[in-house]
Each structure stands twice: as C-alpha cells, then as structure tokens.
C-alpha cells in the first residue's frame, strides 16, 4: 500500500516561513497530493492540493518535483494561529479502489 | 451552510450494545469516508463509498460497517463494540471532480468510549 511520511513535529517563530515535506514514494499516476490542517478536537480542513510543480493559494503553496515521489507544504510568515497538525494524503488507486492514506501528520507549533 | 454533520458528538456505551454514528452532508457529494482518529496514529480510514450503494473497505474496517442508501447519509455502525474502537471518528464527503481529486470536508467529530 502507498504510505506517506512526514516529519512528527516542527517549532517555528511568528513570521517565519515554514516547510514540511511529505513523502510518498508509490503516489499512484493520477493521485493528486492534498494537505490538511487540523486543531485540536476539530475535523482536518483543506488547505492546498496539487498535481505537479507548484501551486499556490491564499494561504500556502505547494511544490512537487517531477518525479512526484515528495511534496512540499509552505507556509509564508507562520503566526500563532498556525499551531496546528498537518497532514500530508494521496490516494490510492489499484485495482479500481479509493482508499484514501493520510500520513501520520507534523504537529507544528509556532512561537511568539 | 454547506456541512457535514455527525452524531451523537460524545456517545460513551459498553462493550457488546450495538451502536450507529450517524453522518450527513448537504452538498450532493458522491464520496463519503469513515476515519477514526488515535492517538500516535493520525487518521485511518474505515470504510468509503463512491456513490450510493457502493462502498469498500478502508485500512482498518474490522468491528465496522456502513451503509450507503441515500447520496447524503453514510451511517457507520458498530455491531458488538469493543473497548479498542474507543477513538475519535471523522465523517468526511467529498465531490469527485476527477479522478484522484478529494477535497474532503470533515465533520466535528464522535467522541466514542467502550468500557
């Protein structure tokens, strides 16, 4: 089964910006990479998805190289407010299945 | 106000008396997903559903199943809980604008214990 693995925790300062890569090495060919956000006791929200090269959106950009075996989640000038767990998810599609594989998350934690 | 909404939020019962975690969305999704939430483990999907009458196993749909008669509702049930299926679970629906594409919406969440 496809497997995703991301960093478990990250510390940042307000107004840095951010990186968390998310491995995952057997994304299926048409898979489209998707991070999540989630606070705690919350269901995960969307963030950003993306199939290949860069993305970018209101509040983050994502970038994935050619061979699409990692991505890149980016968060210009973190703040408090960004404290949170993200979760890296591709799907996997074999055999006519949707299952979907979240990773195992990066709890980020921003400091004043 | 596009939703997916769950309940009971908090449902505490004891091991053997079956229970149902029922799951609505409003937003003619076709995808719908079951995933429950531990701690270290991040989220593992149980159960999925394409559309209605089709749903499939996720990684961990052991003790679970689900029904999927009506295109809102995606009701998880637990025949004969066990004091492991105390969890966090997510209800999530999702549109399936292409292939490999989810941007799911998740729902507040069930807080589950089985003593």
């Known amino acids: 089964l496809a497997k995703t693995t991301q960093p478990i925790s990250m510390d940042s300062y307000e107004g840095q910006e951010v990186n968390i890569t998310c491995s995952h090495n057997n994304i299926a060919t048409n898979d489209y990479i998707t991070w999540y956000q989630q606070f705690p006791s919350q269901g995960p929200r969307f963030i950003i998805q993306?199939?290949?090269t860069k993305v970018t959106n209101e509040v983050a950009s994502l970038f994935i190289p050619a061979d699409r075996k990692s991505s890149t989640l980016s968060l210009p000038r973190v703040s408090l407010s960004d404290t949170a767990v993200y979760y890296c998810l591709v799907g996997l599609k074999s055999y006519n299945t949707d299952k979907l594989i979240f990773g195992t998350g990066t709890r980020l934690q921003v400091f004043p | 106000e596009a939703q997916v909404t769950q309940n009971p939020r908090y449902l505490i019962t004891v091991t053997g008396k079956k229970l149902t975690v029922t799951c609505s969305q409003n937003m003619n999704h076709e995808y719908m997903s079951w995933y429950r939430q531990d701690p270290g483990l991040g989220l593992r999907q149980i159960y999925y559903s394409m559309n209605v009458e089709v749903t499939d196993k996720g990684d961990v749909p052991e003790g679970y199943k689900v029904s999927r008669k009506e295109k809102r509702n995606f009701p998880l049930i637990l025949e004969s809980p066990s004091p492991n299926q105390t969890s966090l679970y997510f209800c999530?629906?999702?549109?399936?604008?292409?292939?490999?594409?989810?941007?799911?919406?998740f729902g507040p969440g069930t807080r589950l214990t089985v003593t």
């Open positions: 999530a629906s999702s549109p399936t604008k292409g292939q490999g594409t989810y941007e799911q919406y």
């Open positions: 993306g199939y290949k």
